[in-house]
C-alpha cells in the first residue's frame, strides 16, 4: 500500500523523470529509515507507550518506542489496517502527505552512493567491497563501521547505526577518493 500510492505520486508528480530515477527515490521514501522518521514525526511511538499502559516496564517501553525497527513496522501496520478498513482511494492522499518531505528530500538530496559508486566502477570493469570493520554495542544499539575496498584499497570508511549506514558513508568517501 505504501510503495504503490508513493510510487503513484511519483508518476503523476514527475511525468518527464526516468524509470530509474523514480526508482530510486521511491526506494528512498519507503524504507525503513523513512518510515521510521516519519512514524516519530507522527508520535507514533509515544500512542504505542499510551496505548501499552503499564502492560510492560519503564525502561523495555522506552528502548522500544525508540527503537527504528519497532516505530517503522508500527506505521507500516497501521497503514495496512486503514487500507483493509477504508480501501486504497481515502488514505492514499493521507500517505502522501505523511511522506511530502522525504519526497522531496529523495529528490533533490543524493540519497544512495553505493549505487552510484557501483554504477561508475562498472564502466571500467571494476568493482567494490564493503567489510565489516567492527560491530559495537548491545544487540539493540548496534554501531557499525564498515570500508570500502576498490581494488583491494580502503578507500573509504564509513560508521552508522546500521550495516547499510555505514556502507553508505564509506562509499561516499570512496566516490570522493577517485573522484566522482
Same mark, same amino acid.
Given at each position: 500500500?505504501?510503495?504503490?500510492?508513493?510510487?503513484?505520486?511519483?508518476?503523476?508528480?514527475?511525468?518527464?523523470?526516468?524509470?530509474?530515477?523514480?526508482?530510486?527515490?521511491?526506494?528512498?521514501?519507503?524504507?525503513?529509515?523513512?518510515?521510521?522518521?516519519?512514524?516519530?514525526?507522527?508520535?507514533?511511538?509515544?500512542?504505542?507507550?499510551?496505548?501499552?499502559?503499564?502492560?510492560?516496564? #519503564?525502561?523495555?517501553?522506552?528502548? $522500544? +518506542?525508540?527503537?527504528?525497527?519497532?516505530? &517503522?513496522?508500527?506505521?507500516?501496520?497501521?497503514? =495496512? *489496517?486503514?487500507?483493509?478498513?477504508?480501501?486504497?482511494?481515502?488514505?492514499?492522499?493521507?500517505?502522501?502527505?505523511?511522506?511530502?518531505?522525504?519526497?522531496?528530500?529523495?529528490?533533490?538530496?543524493?540519497?544512495?552512493?553505493?549505487?552510484?559508486?557501483?554504477?561508475?566502477?562498472?564502466?571500467? #570493469?571494476?568493482?567494490?567491497?564493503? $567489510? +565489516?570493520?567492527?560491530?559495537?554495542?548491545? &544487540?539493540?544499539?548496534?554501531?557499525?563501521?564498515? =570500508? *570500502?575496498?576498490?581494488?583491494?584499497?580502503?578507500?573509504?570508511?564509513?560508521?552508522?547505526?546500521?550495516?547499510?549506514?555505514?556502507?553508505?558513508?564509506?562509499?561516499?568517501?570512496?566516490?570522493?577518493?577517485?573522484?566522482?
Amino acid at each position: 500500500m505504501l510503495e504503490l500510492a508513493i510510487a503513484k505520486e511519483l508518476y503523476d508528480r514527475y511525468p518527464d523523470a526516468s524509470e530509474g530515477r523514480l526508482a530510486k527515490i521511491r526506494s528512498h521514501v519507503v524504507s525503513r529509515q523513512s518510515c521510521a522518521a516519519v512514524a516519530r514525526e507522527l508520535n507514533m511511538g509515544e500512542r504505542l507507550a499510551h496505548a501499552a499502559g503499564q502492560s510492560l516496564a #519503564g525502561e523495555e517501553l522506552s528502548r $522500544i +518506542v525508540k527503537s527504528r525497527n519497532v516505530t &517503522a513496522a508500527l506505521l507500516e501496520a497501521a497503514i =495496512a *489496517a486503514l487500507f483493509l478498513e477504508h480501501g486504497y482511494g481515502p488514505i492514499a492522499p493521507a500517505i502522501v502527505a505523511a511522506f511530502s518531505d522525504r519526497i522531496e528530500y529523495a529528490r533533490t538530496t543524493h540519497v544512495d552512493h553505493k549505487t552510484e559508486l557501483q554504477e561508475a566502477l562498472a564502466k571500467t #570493469g571494476r568493482s567494490v567491497n564493503y $567489510i +565489516v570493520v567492527d560491530v559495537d554495542g548491545p &544487540a539493540h544499539e548496534r554501531h557499525f563501521s564498515c =570500508a *570500502a575496498q576498490i581494488d583491494g584499497e580502503e578507500l573509504g570508511a564509513g560508521t552508522g547505526r546500521t550495516k547499510k549506514e555505514a556502507e553508505q558513508e564509506a562509499a561516499k568517501q570512496a566516490l570522493a577518493a577517485i573522484g566522482v
